[in-house]
């Protein structure tokens, strides 16, 4: 048995919470541990660490490494595998599945479980047992887990049950998103549950299913495996749904319920995290369903039924019921180039990261991790020069043509168009702080010479 975890969404309904940079997988919502960290775990609890495999983009690769790694020393890289381009989740099933079969050498009839790296479950053996079950009775199905709806929630899409049988039932039809009135009629007929989107299946039956109901990714993926990747943009850009789920006549459903949610809103969020009753940065004087969601004290007074999101340099205040419309701030922030709908003041790097503590025309000042063993590219600027000062931690550094080591309390000063890299050597984080001058402070004014993470 084996595990795909698909990770390269963007989460911009989360904003200003998920980024581009850093979308909402890769953040921590509702534990210690961020959402890809959360799914991580539950899979691993149930098969080996190398069976496990995740599909994502190529600016989030080492997102996802790093982040595995805090959990899983060992865990192997080449169980991340980057799209290419990003195409929906028809092709990025397609990638997983083709490299297991030709890189990884599994046999066909071994089951392959894909989840998603975003979903929250809050019962987690109940969702366990139910995956196992489905796993030993999928056969030559094309599985997928239904939801047992709650409520008649207008957000999600619906899958309709057939007949019954060994533990699963036949689906009929998938139902997009429904209005109120029809969500309530689902809900009340006890025929449909909710479609989380989580698939299993044998190699060769998804190949099958393919060949069937998807020909023009078919021939695609019969090509070698270094040829199909050279021809991956040409597949169309199509849901797993669209592309064969709605198609197959060879679908069934295992139904369960197990607390979960897709956290596609703020509202869902709120939900998950018990509306904030207990957050200690939220003071509610006079105020009524109000969630807050933030690193720094929000006091409401006299304020009903809104949501507020604080994210450093970004703050979101809703009305509670509109979370679906926070497209419509996404979709104007994107027109008037405002760079905090991609970018966050707290930036991650293959590295590690960093944090804009000031930022000035002529003068910037950041907080730089990184991570025990790594290194940033050799790299000069033409605008600007730094200046380095170890917090904790120590630091090996090329500065021009000298290499030194520097520990807590010591500096150097670099000066622009100065060829340079900073290196932890050590076993803990190191920690800097970098102040910039000049008269162009950007991101894109670097030149690198060498690059471990491919950036050369």
């Known amino acids: 048995m084996y595990s795909v975890i698909l990770c390269g969404g963007s989460g911009t309904r989360l904003w200003p919470l998920s980024r581009k940079n850093f979308p909402k997988q890769f953040l921590a919502l509702y534990s210690d541990r961020s959402l890809l960290q959360e799914t991580y775990l539950r899979m691993r609890e149930i098969m080996p660490a190398d069976h496990i495999f995740f599909v994502t983009n190529q600016e989030n690769h080492f997102n996802v490494f790093n982040q595995i790694k805090e959990l899983e020393k060992d865990f192997p890289e080449k169980n991340i595998i980057a799209e290419p381009e990003s195409k929906n989740t028809t092709p990025a099933i397609a990638l997983a599945v083709k490299y297991l079969i030709e890189q990884e050498k599994i046999s066909l009839d071994e089951v392959i479980i894909e989840v998603h790296a975003d979903h929250y479950i809050g019962q987690k053996e109940k969702f366990l047992e139910l995956l196992k079950r489905a796993a030993e009775n999928v056969d030559n199905h094309l599985g997928t887990i239904g939801i047992t709806p709650s409520k008649p929630d207008t957000g999600l899409g619906y899958i309709r049950k057939g007949v019954a049988m060994n533990g699963y039932n036949l689906v009929l039809e998938f139902k997009e998103k429904p209005d109120q009135e029809t969500a309530a009629e689902y809900l009340a007929s006890g025929e449909y549950v909710w479609n989380a989107g989580i698939y299993l299946f044998k190699a060769r039956t998804f190949v099958n299913e393919l060949y069937l109901y998807a020909p023009e990714i078919y021939k695609i993926f019969t090509l070698p495996y270094a040829e199909f990747l050279q021809n991956f943009g040409a597949l169309p850009s199509v849901a797993i749904d669209v592309a064969v789920s709605e198609k197959s006549k060879n679908l069934v459903v295992f139904e369960g319920e197990f607390g979960?949610?897709?956290?596609?809103?703020?509202?869902?969020?709120?939900?998950?995290?018990?509306?904030?009753?207990?957050?200690?940065?939220?003071?509610?004087?006079?105020?009524?369903?109000?969630?807050?969601?933030?690193?720094?004290?929000?006091?409401?007074?006299?304020?009903?039924?809104?949501?507020?999101?604080?994210?450093?340099?970004?703050?979101?205040?809703?009305?509670?019921?509109?979370?679906?419309?926070?497209?419509?701030?996404?979709?104007?922030?994107?027109?008037?180039?405002?760079?905090?709908?991609?970018?966050?003041?707290?930036?991650?790097?293959?590295w590690g990261k960093y944090e804009v503590l000031i930022e000035n025309p002529e003068h910037k000042v950041k907080k730089i991790t990184v991570y025990p063993g790594a290194k940033l590219s050799l790299q000069s600027h033409y605008h600007r020069a730094e200046h380095w000062v170890v917090v904790r931690g120590t630091a090996k550094i090329v500065n021009g043509e000298r290499e030194i080591v520097l520990n807590e309390n010591e500096s150097t000063f670099i000066p622009k168009l100065t060829r340079h890299r900073l290196e932890n050597p050590g076993r803990i984080n190191l920690e800097i702080i970098e102040v910039q001058t000049g008269s162009y402070l950007e991101e894109d004014d670097i030149l690198r010479f060498e690059d471990q993470y491919r950036r050369a």
């Open 260 to 350: 979960w949610s897709d956290i596609g809103s703020f509202e869902a969020l709120a939900e998950v995290s018990g509306n904030g009753l207990d957050n200690p940065k939220h003071v509610s004087v006079d105020s009524r369903n109000v969630f807050v969601h933030s690193n720094k004290l929000v006091a409401t007074l006299g304020v009903e039924d809104l949501i507020v999101v604080e994210n450093n340099d970004s703050i979101l205040i809703q009305k509670k019921g509109r979370s679906e419309d926070v497209k419509k701030v996404v979709a104007e922030l994107k027109e008037r180039g405002c760079k905090e709908l991609e970018h966050n003041l707290l930036v991650h790097r293959p």
